[in-house]
């Protein structure tokens, strides 16, 4: 029975991971080569259960017993030891994903399970970093971790029925709904949302409407809880274009390029909520609207 868990990333994602296993009572390990983003991470995820507390989700006992069992270690190598299940959650790039397996690959016992966060990265391209393939899965989480339920897990090319059936009962131990999933670009999730976001983005582009006006028709004619442009900032807009590069490359088709406005944005460091400007202004955690003509 798993009950270690290594995090590796400390990051929205990472600290959101991190957060979910803690509270279910696993020992978790949360990486970061930077210390003070682990210390960040920590003050989130108390940040985090406190709003719990106050809508009396969890007890003030299970908040203090949630944050004892987090650790933090700027060592892979150290932080990954005594492992059952690490988990990558770090920034999505290839390069540093590839580097930061074939560090817990050398590290993580026999036996531990590797797996990723990725959103869209090949699973049996990282699991080709490792000596143990067949060991590697993704377990791909939605944000806000520890409010959405579901869990994307991806089978690459030698992932066993085994680990895909270990870690779809580990999701349903978090209270998360697992969806089993095939390793091809964008997986599910992002192969159906990224291409509405990139025409979302078009839309604006060849002003067939502005910002608010496609939002608006996004959350009231298909009852999206939010619309596209205001998701795709909360996603960060390099992430967005990150992926749709992903998918133009892997399928080769050209439905898949990324809108030019999406690329002149990400030029211009506009990335969204993370930068505090994407489609829309974020000032003190408000929203306010960045005019259409601005990208003309």
Do not use: W
């Not at 803690?22 to 406190?50: R, Y």
């Not at 090949?122 to 944000?143: C, D, Q, W, Y």
């Not at 409407?209 to 205001?230: F, N, S």
């Amino acid at each position: 029975m798993i009950k270690d868990i290594a995090v590796i990333g400390a990051g929205t994602m990472g600290n959101g991971i991190a957060h979910v296993f803690a509270q279910h009572g696993f020992a978790v390990t949360l990486i970061d080569v930077n210390a003070t983003q682990l210390e960040k991470a920590i003050a989130t995820i108390g940040k985090n259960l406190d709003r719990q507390v106050s809508k009396t989700s969890i007890t003030e006992e299970q908040k203090n017993a949630a944050l004892e069992n987090i650790t933090t270690s700027t060592d892979i190598a150290t932080g990954v030891q005594n492992a059952q299940l690490v988990i990558e959650a770090a920034t999505e790039n290839a390069e540093l994903k590839l580097k930061i397996f074939k560090q817990m690959d050398e590290a993580a016992p026999t036996g531990c399970i590797l797996a990723t966060n990725t959103s869209s990265i090949s699973i049996t391209k990282i699991a080709a970093a490792t000596k143990r393939p067949e060991l590697v899965i993704g377990m791909h989480f939605m944000n806000p971790v520890p409010v959405m339920k579901l869990v994307e897990i991806i089978n690459g090319y030698q992932t066993t029925k085994e680990i895909t059936d270990t870690i779809a009962a580990l999701s349903k131990q978090l209270g998360k709904i697992p969806c089993v999933v095939n390793d091809y670009p964008g997986f599910i999730a992002n192969r159906i949302l990224m291409p509405m976001i990139n025409e979302a983005m078009y839309s604006l582009y060849e002003g067939v409407a502005g910002v608010e006006e496609i939002d608006t028709v996004m959350k009231l004619g298909m009852a999206h809880p939010m619309g596209p442009l205001q998701l795709a900032d909360f996603i960060g807009l390099d992430v967005c274009l990150s992926i749709l590069k992903v998918l133009q490359d892997g399928f080769g088709n050209p439905k898949y390029a990324p809108c030019p406005l999406l690329v002149n944005m990400v030029m211009a460091g506009k990335l969204g909520v993370k930068s505090g400007e994407g489609f829309y202004v974020y000032t003190a955690g408000s929203k306010e609207l960045v005019l259409s003509n601005k990208f003309r």
